[in-house]
């Protein structure tokens, strides 16, 4: 039944107030279309403008990595604490509840395995089914210098486009080869050619030396790969430092899966990411959380 006319009619058009406009949180991305926007928000708390992702997708070329072995047992309870979930489809749907809340950045590049060349990739997964899973982005291995690096590249390129079509924004994970300089030098060039190229964000290793030079040359989100395990202490210093010298958040797997208390350590990084807090202070929260 239609209202009755003339009801509050004034008050509510609010004809003195202007519509705001607001810019976008995320750095290099206002320009982006509603659903892209969206998803971001969903991986970047709008807060503090960070994610903490917790990655588990070392499977996809190396098997049951350590730590990984049961996924449904040592990850899950992990998962609250963490904003997003970098994972593979196939622990996606076999292992993680559909009522997970947590943003899902889905693995879909792929092909390689420890046993040959890594940088021989794929695109591994269709469009179809990333949006069937409803991922807030798809991410792809870009090997800048190695043996298979236009491939990689162009893989990045073709989700990028695809990803366009559908609003799925797509994460550019720069790898680095064993042989490869981890400098400044190199992670500028990398990180670059994938903003330029168009990834919507871009995963990256922290290095000592001029880290701030790599996140202020690119133009969108950077968010700072984990790596292999380090003590404690010195992992949640490396994500402080990256998030003090511009990276929007890390994308952290064995340094937290790994550690001797998972659960703790995941929510010493979410107080080093999402609130600024010490590596030292950090380490303290760590420490009581294990010992409870
Ligand atoms: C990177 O190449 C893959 O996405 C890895 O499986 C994962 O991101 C590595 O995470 P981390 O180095 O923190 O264990």
Known sequence: ???????????????????????????????????????????????????????????????????????????????????TLMLTRGILRSVIPPSASQAIVLRVSGGASILKELSNEEIAV????????????????????????????????????????????????????????RDAKYFRLACRICAELGAHYIKTYYIDKGFETVTASCPVPIVMAGGKKIPELDALTMAYNAVQKGAAGVDMGRNIFQSKAPIAMIQAVRAVVHDNETPKKAFELYKALKNK
């Open 1 to 83: 039944m239609p209202d009755a006319d003339g009801i509050k009619e004034a008050k509510m058009f609010h004809c003195d107030m202007l519509q705001q406009t607001q810019g976008f949180f995320l750095k290099g991305s206002n320009s982006l279309d509603w659903g892209m926007k969206n998803r971001l928000s969903r991986i970047f708390n709008p807060v503090s403008g960070r994610t903490v992702m917790l990655a588990i997708d070392h499977g996809y070329f190396q098997g049951p990595t350590t730590g990984l072995e049961r996924v449904d047992i040592n990850i899950l309870p992990l998962a609250p604490y963490a904003d």
């Open 126 to 181: 269709d469009i179809e089914d990333s949006i069937r899973l409803n991922v807030c982005a798809m991410a792809v291995q870009v090997f800048i210098g190695g043996e298979f690096e236009r491939q990689s590249i162009i893989n990045m390129t073709k989700m990028v486009d695809i990803g366009n079509r559908y609003g799925i924004p797509t994460l550019a994970v720069t790898a680095v080869g064993k042989d490869m300089a």
